[in-house]
T-cell receptor
Framework: DTEVTQTPKHLVMGMTNKKSLKCEQHMGHRAMYWYKQKAKKPPELMFVYSYEKLSINESVPSRFSPECPNSSLLNLHLHALQPEDSALYLC?????????????FGPGTRLLVL | AQTVTQSQPEMSVQEAETVTLSCTYDTSENNYYLFWYKQPPSRQMILVIRQEAYKQQNATENRFSVNFQKAAKSFSLKISDSQLGDTAMYFCAFMKPWGAGKSTFGDGTTLTVKP
């Protein structure tokens, strides 16, 4: 099973809402990632978790709050977002943080902030 | 800091023909990995092919092959016998040692395969 799943597929939220994105993998991978992707642009790294600990935070605003409850799950909690946060949010996983490791991407959550 | 440049924002190719996507990068590292990822419209990103900098032999995966020129810091992707399903955005990516999983992506090339 080489699948990374993400829910929901689409999300519309107001600037005062609180919502969460969920990502799951059952490949036994120990590294998980959140990316933000605007249309026709490359993914921008937001967070990296390794062995359930936050490894990288790319200076992401605090209105984005990641959580890794266990080795298979990665959440992204959203609060007080801005319209410019509308984007495709991609989750990915890899065996570990080695340079040879392929990242497996989920289908993404398309977020619209009104 | 590493940079990855894909100089062709858009390309098109006729079905069954061959197309080459270019990628150049800049780094002072001696060992690293290079990747090509494919992102079809409204579908998830998948790995196409990868190359270790220490390996001189160019990587191949079925119809996909790379031309890795380490001295020139060039890593182009050749797609042979193009198929309609190859229509996608293609990203070149660089991973350095001790990068903690952080990849540097190029801006992407949108490839359209025409029937």
């Amino acid at each position: 099973d080489t699948e990374v799943t993400q829910t929901p597929k689409h999300l519309v939220m107001g600037m005062t809402n609180k919502k969460s994105l969920k990502c799951e993998q059952h490949m036994g991978h120990r590294a998980m990632y959140w990316y933000k992707q605007k249309a026709k642009k490359p993914p921008e790294l937001m967070f990296v978790y390794s062995y359930e600990k936050l490894s990288i935070n790319e200076s992401v605003p605090s209105r984005f709050s990641p959580e890794c409850p266990n080795s298979s799950l990665l959440n992204l909690h959203l609060h007080a977002l801005q319209p410019e946060d509308s984007a495709l949010y991609l989750c990915a996983s890899s065996q570990d943080l080695g340079i040879q490791e392929t990242q497996y991407f989920g289908p993404g959550t398309r977020l619209l902030v009104l | 800091a590493q940079t990855v440049t894909q100089s062709q924002p858009e390309m098109s190719v006729q079905e069954a023909e061959t197309v080459t996507l270019s990628c150049t990068y800049d780094t002072s590292e001696n060992n690293y990995y290079l990747f090509w990822y494919k992102q079809p419209p409204s579908r998830q990103m998948i790995l196409v092919i990868r190359q270790e900098a220490y390996k001189q032999q160019n990587a191949t995966e079925n119809r996909f092959s790379v031309n890795f020129q380490k001295a020139a810091k060039s890593f182009s992707l050749k797609i042979s016998d193009s198929q309609l399903g190859d229509t996608a955005m293609y990203f070149c990516a660089f991973m350095k040692p001790w990068g903690a999983g952080k990849s540097t992506f190029g801006d992407g090339t949108t490839l359209t395969v025409k029937p």
